[in-house]
């Protein structure tokens, strides 16, 4: 295994203010499709799974738990298209994720940037 540092992550407090952080992960000899992140003061690390990824342009990826309880549709852009995302929505359907558990995240408010 070795460690690694994820991206910087973004969350709103609850005055509105925008907090970067970053949650060590550790890559357990997957050539990096697996992660073991820390996200807070907690003592144990969650398997994260890379289990899609745009292998163009790294535009996109999909992250999720092996229970099938937690998924992340990561874009690099504010918007994704809408065909790709109903693509990516009916590929995690067929590995077993249930896609009316999915809450889509506004992000009209980035787009002006």
Known sequence: MRRSQTDASKSPTAAGKQVAWRPPAVVPDSGNARLKVRIGPVPFAGDYYV????????????????????????????????????????????????????????QSRNLAR
């Open 51 to 106: 289990i899609g990824l745009d292998d163009r342009d790294y535009r996109w990826a999909v992250v999720g738990h092996p229970s099938r309880n937690y998924l992340w549709i990561l874009s690099r852009e504010p918007q994704m298209s809408p065909g790709r995302y109903d693509k990516i929505v009916a590929e995690v359907q067929r590995l077993g994720y249930d896609p009316t558990r999915i809450v889509r995240t506004d």
